[in-house]
T-cell receptor
Framework: DAGITQSPRHKVTETGTPVTLRCHQT?????MYWYRQDPGHGLRLIHY???????DKGEVSDGYSVSRSKTEDFLLTLESATSSQTSVYFCAIKGEGDTQYFGPGTRLTVL | AQSVTQLGSHVSVSEGALVLLRCNYS??????LFWYVQYPNQGLQLLLK??????LVKGINGFEAEFKKSETSFQLTKPSAHMSDAAEYFCAVSKGYGNKLVFGAGTILRVKS
């Protein structure tokens, strides 16, 4: 357990609505990541952060934005959710030895 | 671009049999390599990590992995499967600045009694 929580854990929303997912960590890690998990694709990186207000795009960043105003919180926003964004979203931190540790995930369904 | 290929989306073994899961990666330089396990409706748990110190790496729950540079492969094994090993296993490679992970598609391990 790397002290990572994600909220909400489950969410159902409608196409076109904005959605924000929160990742919270308690151990002051500098690097945080957002991934999405889809069958047949494993996990794919959406965005990551290397410090407060420092973020960069990952492999599948289109349609997503992120913000990090405090070390402990990393927010993922879907400005206008689409059905293709139905997925399980995982947050991770980079811990000791460059190893990433994952949160419990958020299951998002876009109808 | 870095890619990771897991051979076999589903693997089935009998309880007590050898578990062998295969992972190939594309890289000219040995990267950091990881195996993660995911139990149903849970997050990912680190099984083990390779960082070039040795070719054989021991992990948790009796798993170990062998790195073969000449084959660019990273095989996960366990001598004797247990029912509790049934889960999905992911191989991942750490890539570039920010240590971003590139994952394979995953292998679902089924253990038969």
């Amino acid at each position: 357990d790397a002290g990572i929580t994600q909220s909400p854990r489950h969410k159902v929303t409608e196409t076109g609505t904005p959605v924000t997912l929160r990742c919270h960590q308690t151990e002051n890690h500098r690097y945080m990541y957002w991934y999405r998990q889809d069958p047949g694709h494993g996990l794919r990186l959406i965005h990551y952060s290397y410090g407060v207000k420092d973020t960069d795009k990952g492999e599948v960043s289109d349609g997503y934005s992120v913000s990090r105003s405090k070390t402990e919180d990393f927010l993922l926003t879907l400005e206008s959710a689409t059905s293709s964004q139905t997925s399980v979203y995982f947050c991770a931190i980079k811990g000791e030895g460059d190893t990433q540790y994952f949160g419990p995930g958020t299951r998002l369904t876009v109808l | 671009a870095q890619s990771v290929t897991q051979l076999g989306s589903h693997v089935s073994v009998s309880e007590g049999a050898l578990v062998l899961l295969r992972c190939n990666y594309s890289s000219s330089v040995p990267p950091y390599l990881f195996w993660y396990v995911q139990y149903p409706n849970q997050g990912l748990q680190l099984l083990l990590k390779y960082t070039s110190a040795a070719t054989l790496v021991k992990g948790i729950n009796g798993f170990e992995a062998e790195f073969k540079k000449s084959e660019t492969s990273f095989q996960l094994t366990k001598p004797s499967a247990h029912m509790s090993d049934a889960a999905e296993y992911f191989c991942a490679v750490s890539k570039g600045y920010g240590n971003k992970l590139v994952f394979g598609a995953g292998t679902i391990l089924r253990v038969k009694s």
